[in-house]
């Protein structure tokens, strides 16, 4: 499972957002339990951010000097919050919950992805099409059967489409613009599972 990690998203922000960031973060991390001793003192990291807002002031008159001040001091305050992400990281743990009490934003958890049971995709050439099922433990064999559904709609019967030793069968001889419909059945040890729900696909 992945870890979870308080992000350095806010390197990437508009300068003018950030002095509004990290004061949040000092916010949320004064006098908050989960984090004791900082690496870097709170009072440190505020006069950084109070610097960088001068800096950001100075700078409005658009003098070189002023704009490369607010640079480097942008520079600086942000090496240190990147300092204390690295200290919020080492004492979360990977908690979410404590990640979000420091004010920096957590990354997240992939979304697992379900694979489905049955797929169908174009074959190898116009009129075939190629399915695919999850492999079944200790099956010997699948079992696949189809439909065709005309054009117009009119829907075909259930006929078998092959036996196949591996999960994936290649179906040809169809004609374009007809709806295909596929479902299959592991052949185990234990007997005959339950075929799948069908799936289809138009042909093309």
């Known amino acids: ?18 002095p509004i960031f990290f004061n949040s973060v000092i916010s949320h991390m004064t006098a908050n339990p989960n984090y004791p001793n900082p690496d870097i003192p ?13 800096a950001i002031l100075a700078a409005e008159d658009g003098s070189r000097t002023a704009i490369s001040a607010r640079n480097d001091s942008e520079t600086a305050v942000t090496l240190l919050f990147k300092n204390t992400v690295g200290y919020v990281n080492r004492v979360s743990n990977g908690n979410i919950t404590k990640i979000l009490s420091s004010g920096f ?21 116009s009129g075939s099409a190629k399915a695919k099922t ?6 010997g064999a699948y079992q696949w059967e189809k439909n065709i559904n005309s054009p117009t709609g009119v829907k075909g019967p259930w006929i078998a489409a092959g036996l196949t030793t591996q999960s994936t069968l290649i179906i040809e001889d169809l004609a374009v613009g007809t709806l295909l419909e596929v479902k299959v059945r592991a052949v185990t040890p234990a007997g005959l599972t339950d075929f799948c729900a069908p799936v289809s696909k138009l042909i093309n």
């Open 42 to 54: 709170l009072a440190t990291l505020q006069l950084a951010v109070d610097n960088f807002e001068l």
């Open 105 to 125: 934003t957590p990354s997240s958890q992939p979304t697992p992805r379900d694979n489905p049971v049955l797929a169908i995709t174009d074959g190898p050439h």
């Open 1 to 18: 499972m992945k870890i979870i990690k308080a992000l350095l998203d806010f390197v990437t922000m508009p300068f003018r957002a950030k």
């Open 134 to 139: 999850q492999t079944v433990d200790h099956a």
